[in-house]
């Protein structure tokens, strides 16, 4: 039977990675799971617009189902439905909210009922040989030390509602491991393309990076030698790619992580932002904004409140962002890759160093003024 695999998430920064090299490099036919309000709803515009990829040569292997990963039956119709769960052998379940600022059941609502949604689903394709599920590293919440790919369960606590829910859906994958060909991949955050430095999908590092630019951070939790881990979203998804098409391993959990020898140093990071910005924009150069201050988490939030009572809406709206993610830099911690490195041995010698291509992304940032242009 001829391999047919569904892919949730399809438009973001991962999806538009991944679904070229499904459609180039296997013999899958690809269905995307597709939100009736996506801008693109056709198939050769997506293949040309949003893939960049010929549609003459992919056209037959692209299948488009309109629906919603938060309805019980994804959305799709009966007939669909009966249609493509007797087809589909494969699912890559990548859809979800990364924002850091939602309230708890707002977030629930797509990353912990839309993978039950996706469970349910995958229960009744009579063929199905696997799933895979896009998680995070950072379900580890406010842990510290060496973080496991075989544990998930703990009661640290999380810096913010998006690492909570990304645990709680990985918490159902676990539940349907003896039911389920299951897999976890937990994929660091994603930073822009390698070689290029576009950025389909601006996240968090962007979003900080637009406020360093706007000259308005003026203190950040943490300490000098923190390490930030930033993943390439092309080598992330050629890594996916690679894992599921020649290492697929039920009930495994893979960490998609930079590691310290390739990550920045908080210092280091917030040093580059600032020579690049200087270098690719002099008349920014010249204003010579003060970098941010380090400071401990006690500090931090002394700052915060200052802000708070002072009642400044800009300042109150760059903190309020700054705060649902920038606490995780209190919490120092290192990522095992014991069951990726078992796969793909050669993974730390490819992954690009991120100090080779990050002034491209900060170009891209600037020239596309963060995805406005």
């Known amino acids: ?58 056209l037959d292997k692209l299948h488009l189902l309109i629906g919603d990963i938060a309805k019980p039956t994804l959305g799709i119709s009966k007939k669909d439905r009966v249609k493509i769960t007797r087809v589909i052998t494969d699912i890559i379940h990548a859809a979800a909210l990364t924002r850091f600022d939602l309230n708890i059941d707002e977030i629930r609502k797509i990353n912990v009922k839309g993978t039950k949604n996706i469970i349910n689903f995958a229960k009744q394709c009579k063929n199905l040989r696997q799933l895979s599920f896009i998680s995070t590293p950072y379900i580890s919440g406010k842990r510290t030390g060496k973080i496991f790919e075989n544990e998930r369960a703990h009661d640290s606590g999380f810096v913010n509602t998006y690492e909570q829910s990304k645990y709680e859906a990985e918490a159902l994958i676990e539940k349907v491991g003896n039911q389920l060909p299951v897999s976890i991949y937990r994929l660091s955050t994603m930073i822009g393309n390698s070689k290029s430095g576009k950025v389909t999908h601006f996240t968090v590092p962007h979003l900080s990076l637009r406020i360093m630019y706007l000259g308005l951070v003026a203190m950040i939790p943490g300490t000098p030698d923190y390490s930030i881990d930033l993943v390439p979203s092309d080598y992330a998804a050629k ?93 120092p911690k290192e990522f095992d890759m014991v069951n990726l490195l078992s796969c793909i041995p050669q993974y730390e010698e490819n992954l690009p160093d991120i100090r080779q291509y990050y002034s491209k992304v900060v170009k891209y940032c600037l020239r596309s003024n963060w995805g406005k242009k």
Not at 14 to 20: D, H, K, S
Not at 278 to 299: H, M, V
């Open 1 to 58: 039977m001829k391999r047919s695999l569904l892919i949730t998430g399809a438009t973001g920064m991962l999806g538009r990675e991944l679904v070229p090299l499904f459609l180039k490099k296997s013999n899958f036919d690809i269905y995307l799971l597709l939100h009736q309000h996506s801008k693109i709803l056709n198939k050769k515009k997506l293949l040309s617009n949003l893939y960049q990829i010929a549609p003459s040569k992919n």
């Open 239 to 331: 890594v996916i790619f690679e894992l599921y098409t020649n290492f697929f391993k039920p009930n495994k959990v893979f960490h998609i992580v930079s590691g310290f020898r390739k990550s920045y140093r908080l210092q280091e990071l917030i040093d580059d932002t600032y020579k690049y910005l200087s270098d690719l924009d002099k008349e920014w150069g010249k204003k010579q904004y003060p970098k941010p201050i380090i400071s401990s988490a006690d500090t931090f939030d002394l700052f915060i409140k200052s802000i708070q009572e002072a009642n400044n809406p800009l300042f109150l709206s760059v903190t309020g962002a700054l705060k649902t993610f920038a606490y995780q830099l209190n919490y």
